[in-house]
């Protein structure tokens, strides 16, 4: 989907929950695997000065009803399916991310709410999303994060990590969780950037050839399992395979060299 298709798309859904009662201030929840609904949805919500409360998609129903029950969500924003089922006797308004009728997919994609988005002002200090989060003892709690702690998070990514126009990330952790929202969501999205979605972590292997992701974020274990898994494919390979990659290996990282000093290998992105 180009840049202005998901721009467009935000300022719809936003419109759409303005004219559906939500306000700044006002919680919304989130209940999906990672996808575009997602990213658009979020922006959308902080759009208009409300609020998003994104729930693990992996919880089962009972932490879910906690979180958006502990929020005070006004509407719930939900993958059809098994997670919508997770919501059976929350007396909570939902729609729908994909489907038949009314779903946030046909909202973004309907000219009818073009032109009709009120501004609203929304400063750094304006609370932008309660993420919860396991704690040692109890239920999750809620940790509040204003639009400046996100912005100060992606501009301390920016300066760690060098995103340009041109990369695809692969996102592959759960978007409800801060590192993932963060690196595998807003980073692309501020830099301008690509974003892919894995099916799961499950399909990584299968994902990235298809993908060819030029950025991949993590935590360290997945990376971990990820290299052990290739070095023994390697090891039971013939030698010549070592070789390649080990070349293969060192190209890269001279490309990536290059890249963060403005320039590229001849015939790289």
């Known amino acids: 989907m180009a840049r202005s298709q998901v721009r467009q798309s935000v300022l719809r859904i936003a419109a759409w929950l303005q004219g559906h009662g939500i306000r700044p201030g006002d919680r919304v929840g989130i209940l999906s695997h990672n996808k575009a609904e997602w990213l658009m949805a979020d922006f959308a919500i902080l759009a208009i000065g409300s609020v998003t409360v994104p729930a693990y998609f992996t919880d089962p129903p009972e932490a879910v009803a906690h979180v958006f029950r502990d929020a005070g969500v006004s509407l719930i924003l939900v993958e059809p399916g098994e997670q919508q089922q997770k919501l059976a006797g929350l007396d909570m308004p939902t729609l729908p991310l994909t489907g038949e009728g009314e779903t946030l997919a046909a909202i973004a ?25 396991s704690g040692t003892t109890g239920l999750p709690k809620g940790v509040m994060l204003t639009h400046g702690n996100i912005l100060s998070d992606v501009a301390a990514c920016i300066e760690a990590v060098s995103v340009w126009p041109d990369d695809v990330l692969l996102s592959f952790l759960p978007v409800s969780h801060a590192f993932e929202r963060t690196v595998g969501h807003f980073l692309p999205m501020a830099a301008g950037g690509e974003i892919a979605y894995a099916e799961s972590v499950n399909t990584l292997m299968r994902d990235i050839p298809e993908v060819r992701p030029t950025v991949m974020i993590s935590v360290p274990r997945l990376y971990e399992k990820i290299y052990a898994g ?15 990659f080990t070349q293969a290996q060192r190209l890269g990282a001279e490309q990536r060299r290059l890249r963060q000093q403005g320039r590229a290998l001849r015939g790289g992105r």
Do not use: C, M, N
């Not at 309907?110 to 032109?115: E, K, L, N």
């Open 230 to 244: 290739v070095q023994e494919k390697l090891h039971q390979g013939p030698a010549f395979k070592r070789f390649l």
């Open 109 to 133: 994609a309907d000219a009818a709410w073009d032109g009709r988005l009120e501004a609203v002002e929304v400063s750094r200090d304006d609370l932008a999303t309660l993420i919860y989060t």
